[in-house]
């Protein structure tokens, strides 16, 4: 009771109008962004971190929680319209969704995405109002051995498990906790990796890596290897953009079980929503095989309703660990993680003492920005398609201008601008070679926690190691972390031994078909 209390009064903050707007903004903002192949609500986020810091914080991160929602809804409509996807969390929607619209379905298509995206970001918020308060308590017995026991989690889980190739993930983790250690130690005061440039002593701002990386890094990669693609076309939603009684009726049970399956990755830095929406396409796609007239293939409705859900439903719950714990479950909530630090305020169990009015406040802009959003796709999902008529150099002169604005804006710094440069080209081989980008952001916000938990923790055992791994709750995470760990190999092992015989079966195919012409050649002559 006294949580449904507070977001009582965290409602009457957020409707005031001036909330309001900055809901609609950002919404708005998500969606334009996520609409652009590419592009996402991470870039989103990352782009608006520098302008912010001119707004009041509960405004901010209001305007950032409907940016987050809001690009996933974007990306979707992309892979539905284009079979593009705007980021890895929206493959598993392309699936079925693509070939609703080939059947003249997309209307349809993008009304399933949008009550998805509803009804799965809708229960994890309420399920975040409850569990929130009781995860910081959880998190208020967290010592620095428990604090160093997330921060290993988090790292391994992002840059081992969630990526195809565990060197590079670890790669990518092991640059950004580089790039955390430049600067004066706090310990000690000395210098480290500064080269003796008084521009590097306090450290290379977080917001300068994210904008370099995600959007600085995008830009150069289009302009440089992406310049010849071809567009692809729009499929032109017709019809009515709403859901029949029957096609409601099919679409639910999807919904729910996309839901269920998504919630529990919230709390899991498993890389955000990508494993949850291709297991809940997954198991929808092995309930549709055991019925009477299968449909998986021909534009299933159930395979889009399930993934739609289970990511909404992921982000959702992902705004609840991040403001408990503390704990960023993909590069957004990391970057949203930093931006909470910038204004002074760190998640966990002191964030909803020292600052209720934001967290409950906040708590309430998820279910306005959730009934915001349906309301702008439902009807103008079309409109949003339109962005992709702006000529790719201006679109992306745009970004790579206000790119340079923002930083200059923050640090009134030349050197962070030929930083902003530099960082940016290392972001573009990144993305050239394939590396991950989300494990370098989390190990450079989470790589300070980590290392002054390390040190915490050994001073306070007079140098014993061992207190890292003594406590219930830390040998707790280190379980689950070797489980995690565990399937991830096992379901790569399986995956190699299946794509092996697949491989096998085509060869012997070949050799089969081979012999026969052999055979037919010789009884013809």
């Given at each position: 009771?006294?949580?449904?209390?507070?977001?009582?009064?965290?409602?009457?903050?957020?409707?005031?109008?001036?909330?309001?707007?900055?809901?609609?903004?950002?919404?708005?903002?998500?969606?334009?962004?996520?609409?652009?192949?590419?592009?996402?609500?991470?870039?989103?986020?990352?782009?608006?971190?520098?302008?912010?810091?001119?707004?009041?914080?509960?405004?901010?991160?209001?305007?950032?929680?409907?940016?987050?929602?809001?690009?996933?809804?974007?990306?979707?409509?992309?892979?539905?319209?284009?079979?593009?996807?705007?980021?890895?969390?929206?493959?598993?929607?392309?699936?079925?969704?693509?070939?609703?619209?080939?059947?003249?379905?997309?209307?349809?298509?993008?009304?399933?995405?949008?009550?998805?995206?509803?009804?799965?970001?809708?229960?994890?918020?309420?399920?975040?109002?409850?569990?929130?308060?009781?995860?910081?308590?959880?998190?208020?017995?967290?010592?620095?051995?428990?604090?160093?026991?997330?921060?290993?989690?988090?790292?391994?889980?992002?840059?081992?498990?969630?990526?195809?190739?565990?060197?590079?993930?670890?790669?990518?983790?092991?640059?950004?906790?580089?790039?955390?250690?430049?600067?004066?130690?706090?310990?000690?005061?000395?210098?480290?990796?500064?080269?003796?440039?008084?521009?590097?002593?306090?450290?290379?701002?977080?917001?300068?890596?994210?904008?370099?990386?995600?959007?600085?890094?995008?830009?150069?990669?289009?302009?440089?290897?992406?310049?010849?693609?071809?567009?692809?076309?729009?499929?032109?939603?017709?019809?009515?953009?709403?859901?029949?009684?029957?096609?409601?009726?099919?679409?639910?049970?999807?919904?729910?079980?996309?839901?269920?399956?998504?919630?529990?990755?919230?709390?899991?830095?498993?890389?955000?929503?990508?494993?949850?929406?291709?297991?809940?396409?997954?198991?929808?796609?092995?309930?549709?095989?055991?019925?009477?007239?299968?449909?998986?293939?021909?534009?299933?409705?159930?395979?889009?309703?399930?993934?739609?859900?289970?990511?909404?439903?992921?982000?959702?719950?992902?705004?609840?660990?991040?403001?408990?714990?503390?704990?960023?479950?993909?590069?957004?909530?990391?970057?949203?993680?930093?931006?909470?630090?910038?204004?002074?305020?760190?998640?966990?169990?002191?964030?909803?003492?020292?600052?209720?009015?934001?967290?409950?406040?906040?708590?309430?802009?998820?279910?306005?920005?959730?009934?915001?959003?349906?309301?702008?796709?439902?009807?103008?999902?079309?409109?949003?398609?339109?962005?992709?008529?702006?000529?790719?150099?201006?679109?992306?002169?745009?970004?790579?201008?206000?790119?340079?604005?923002?930083?200059?804006?923050?640090?009134?710094?030349?050197?962070?601008?030929?930083?902003?440069?530099?960082?940016?080209?290392?972001?573009?081989?990144?993305?050239?070679?394939?590396?991950?980008?989300?494990?370098?952001?989390?190990?450079?916000?989470?790589?300070?926690?980590?290392?002054?938990?390390?040190?915490d923790a050994a001073m306070s055992a007079n140098g014993d190691f061992s207190v890292l791994?003594?406590?219930?709750?830390?040998?707790?995470?280190?379980?689950?972390?070797?489980?995690?760990?565990?399937?991830?190999?096992?379901?790569?092992?399986?995956?190699?031994?299946?794509?092996?015989?697949?491989?096998?079966?085509?060869?012997?195919?070949?050799?089969?078909?081979?012999?026969?012409?052999?055979?037919?050649?010789?009884?013809?002559?």
């Open positions: 009771m006294e949580s449904l209390q507070l977001l009582m009064e965290g409602f009457a903050g957020a409707l005031t109008w001036q909330n309001l707007v900055w809901v609609l903004v950002g919404c708005l903002l998500g969606t334009a962004v996520g609409v652009m192949p590419g592009l996402g609500s991470s870039m989103a986020v990352a782009l608006l971190l520098p302008v912010t810091f001119s707004l009041e914080p509960t405004a901010a991160f209001i305007m950032f929680a409907g940016v987050y929602f809001g690009g996933l809804f974007g990306d979707s409509t992309m892979g539905i319209l284009m079979n593009t996807p705007g980021q890895a969390s929206a493959i598993a929607s392309t699936f079925e969704g693509h070939k609703m619209a080939l059947r003249g379905k997309a209307a349809q298509a993008l009304a399933t995405a949008a009550i998805g995206a509803f009804v799965g970001g809708f229960i994890a918020s309420i399920l975040v109002v409850f569990l929130a308060p009781a995860l910081a308590d959880f998190s208020s017995s967290f010592g620095p051995a428990e604090f160093f026991a997330l921060a290993v989690f988090a790292f391994v889980a992002t840059s081992s498990v969630v990526t195809d190739n565990a060197v590079k993930g670890l790669a990518a983790l092991f640059i950004g906790l580089g790039i955390a250690v430049i600067g004066i130690d706090g310990a000690s005061g000395a210098p480290r990796f500064t080269l003796d440039s008084p521009f590097l002593f306090d450290g290379v701002s977080l917001v300068t890596v994210t904008v370099a990386v995600l959007a600085l890094g995008e830009v150069i990669y289009v302009a440089c290897l992406e310049r010849h693609m071809q567009d692809k076309a729009i499929i032109k939603p017709k019809g009515r953009p709403w859901l029949s009684r029957a096609e409601f009726r099919e679409a639910m049970p999807a919904w729910l079980r996309g839901t269920a399956i998504g919630l529990p990755f919230g709390v899991v830095p498993a890389g955000g929503s990508e494993i949850p929406t291709f297991l809940a396409y997954g198991l929808e796609k092995r309930l549709d095989a055991r019925r009477a007239n299968p449909r998986f293939g021909t534009g299933a409705i159930r395979g889009l309703a399930a993934p739609e859900a289970a990511g909404n439903s992921t982000t959702g719950m992902a705004m609840g660990a991040l403001l408990a714990l503390g704990l960023p479950i993909s590069a957004t909530a990391a970057i949203m993680l930093a931006a909470f630090r910038q204004y002074g305020l760190q998640p966990g169990p002191l964030l909803f003492e020292r600052a209720p009015d934001l967290v409950w406040v906040l708590l309430a802009s998820f279910f306005i920005a959730m009934i915001v959003l349906l309301i702008l796709n439902l009807p103008f999902a079309m409109l949003w398609a339109k962005l992709l008529l702006i000529p790719r150099p201006y679109l992306y002169a745009g970004i790579t201008l206000f790119c340079a604005l923002g930083i200059y804006a923050t640090s009134g710094s030349i050197f962070d601008l030929f930083l902003l440069l530099g960082i940016g080209f290392v972001g573009f081989l990144m993305r050239a070679l394939d590396f991950p980008i989300a494990p370098l952001i989390i190990g450079m916000v989470l790589g300070p926690l980590a290392e002054t938990s390390l040190r791994v003594q406590g219930p709750i830390a040998l707790g995470l280190y379980a689950v972390l070797v489980l995690v760990l565990g399937f991830a190999v096992r379901g790569r092992i399986v995956g190699r031994r299946r794509a092996a015989a697949e491989r096998a079966a085509g060869a012997a195919g070949v050799e089969s078909g081979a012999e026969s012409g052999v055979e037919s050649g010789a009884e013809a002559r």
